[in-house]
């Protein structure tokens, strides 16, 4: 009976390079897809940061009682939050704010009369990103919003004129 050589490092060479050749095209398109998917979520991030920003200035300025200015402030704060350090994508994409009024949080109708409460909202088409083209991604949709008001009620009556009420506070999406 004769006795088989076992296998040398040397004839296992080959197998090395083609799973080698297999497994990079998977890892490096795994990143690709981190990498994607992690720039949407900084922009993500980004704008709810804008629109955080916009809804408390604009609730800021109704509580004030300057409600005529609670329009233009809310948009200045969106823009001063987008001009900030590392925003530019949003910036030159030229996203704009959506803003709304209302007298109460739940239910949030659209109510421009002595209003105390403000909802923002902004969305932002992203172009798909290295290989999401690939399997059919296109672009993506980010959309951020925020409703900012007085802290100082609950989310249904609505206090006497004439009652403090400050501090703003942001509110939940309902």
């Not at 980004?46 to 800021?60: P, R, T, W, Y």
């Not at 704060?77 to 803003?99: H, K, M, R, S, Y």
Request: aromatic share 8%; glycine share 8%.
């Amino acid at each position: 009976m004769k006795h088989q050589n076992p296998i040398t490092i040397k004839q296992q060479q080959g197998v090395v390079w083609i799973l080698t050749l297999i497994v990079l095209p998977v890892l490096l398109a795994l990143l690709a897809f981190v990498l994607n998917f992690s720039h949407v979520y900084l922009n993500q991030a980004k704008l709810q940061n804008a629109v955080d920003a916009a809804a408390l200035s604009a609730a800021e300025s109704l509580n004030n009682g300057l409600g005529n200015d609670a329009l233009v402030d809310g948009v200045s704060a969106f823009n001063q939050t987008l001009t900030g350090g590392g925003n530019q994508e949003l910036l030159n994409a030229g996203v704009l704010p959506d803003i709304s009024f209302s007298h109460t949080v739940n239910p949030y109708d659209a109510w421009t009369a002595d209003p105390f409460f403000v909802r923002v909202s902004a969305t932002y088409t992203q172009d798909a990103l290295l290989l999401a083209g690939f399997f059919g991604i296109d672009n993506i949709t980010i959309t951020a919003s925020a409703i900012a008001g007085p802290s100082s009620f609950s989310a249904g009556p609505v206090p006497p004129a004439g009652t403090p009420i400050l501090p703003t506070v942001l509110y939940p999406e309902l």
